[in-house]
């Protein structure tokens, strides 16, 4: 069996009190690209499954102390997800099915046969990778979904929010489109916009809901919603490239944006995107303090601004979408 046949960069521990026995499974399956640690007990093995890393572990069945299953059992307390399989003699198959109920995933009967070894311990890294992508997945949806429960908690503080969000990601949805990006980008864009302000559960009730400008010490509480919001999703890891865009949708194309004074191609394009939406939404509202301005009036802002707050290209292609838009 050719080193290519599987994934290596996996790190094995062998228990074997059998020196010639655990002598000829450490060589065998380093051949083959393992990294392989070996001990003689499964007391060791304890003292070395608590303070170093594997992906796997091997033990022989019959050993003075603690037997491979008691070590089984042991270990599948401390590392719930890791794959074992248990080295037993041909006449205790009962005793090795019975250990997989006590922590091991695996076994396999003496004499063993070195060549297939191999594939025996793939098939468990396997299982036990999938098993691990599926546990992810799952807190991933939990996550998530105490995301959108976040979300809905700052609608409720401040029903402009829900309004401006949903309309944000409808004019950013319609700016994807000028643009040509992918189905991917178009995927973060949408959920970025939906959550931008999801870091607004952090500004206090009195700031998010006042009835007139903000004081400069109130803005700078509210600045805070930006960096807040992307430390909230990236919480989920899948999400982590819409926690930079949440971060980065106050940036400026000088430099004078927040909360990192990123400026020109430095700042995410999607973060861009969110800006011009974002500031157009909030031009074109009403508030409880002041009216929105018109569409036309609007359009002039985005121009004078373009090149120092908004990206020129941008502007230009969301103006043209824009204004054909009579509803928008």
């Known amino acids: 069996m050719s080193s290519s046949s599987f994934q290596r960069a996996f790190r094995l521990l062998i228990v074997d ?20 640690v070996s001990v003689a007990s499964a007391e060791k093995a304890l003292e070395l499954l608590r303070s170093e890393q594997f992906d796997l572990l091997l033990t022989d069945q019959a050993m003075p102390g ?84 976040l979300a809905s908690a700052v609608d409720a503080k401040d029903p402009y929010t829900a309004r401006h969000s949903m309309r944000v990601t409808r004019l950013c949805m319609i700016l994807a489109d000028g643009l040509g990006l992918s189905s991917d980008d178009k995927y973060v ?18 700031i998010l ?4 400008p903000l004081t400069k010490a109130e803005f ?14 990236r919480q989920i890891e899948e999400l982590a490239r819409v926690a930079d865009v949440i971060r980065h949708h106050h940036e400026r194309l000088d430099g004078q944006g927040y909360p990192d004074g990123l400026r020109g191609e430095a700042i995410p394009l999607l973060s861009r995107v ?7 939404e909030a031009m074109t509202s009403d508030r409880s303090y002041r009216s929105g301005v018109g569409r036309l009036r609007a359009f002039q802002e ?12 941008l502007v230009d292609v969301f103006l043209r979408k824009i204004e054909s838009l009579p509803d928008a």
């Open 17 to 36: 009190d059998m020196e010639a026995m655990r002598m000829a499974l450490e060589d065998s399956l380093r051949f083959q690209g393992y990294d392989v």
């Open 66 to 149: 603690l037997s491979g299953i008691e070590l089984a059992e042991v270990t599948a307390r401390i590392h719930p997800d890791m794959p074992i399989v248990l080295l037993t003699g041909h006449t205790d198959v009962e005793l090795a099915k019975a250990s997989l109920q006590r922590g091991a995933s695996d076994f396999v009967t003496k004499p063993i046969n070195i060549r297939e070894l191999p594939i025996v311990i793939e098939r468990n890294l396997t299982r036990q990778r999938v098993l691990v992508a599926r546990l992810k997945e799952r807190a991933a949806q939990v996550l998530f979904d105490a995301l959108k429960a």
């Open 189 to 206: 864009l949408e959920l970025s916009a939906w959550m931008h302000d999801v870091g607004k559960i952090g500004v206090p009730d009195h």
């Open 209 to 212: 809901t006042k009835g007139s």
């Open 220 to 233: 700078e509480i509210m600045k805070i919603h930006a960096p807040k919001g992307g430390e909230i999703v």
């Open 274 to 280: 969110i800006l011009i939406a974002d500031s157009y």
């Open 302 to 313: 985005l121009r004078r601004h373009a090149g120092t707050q908004f990206d020129p290209e």
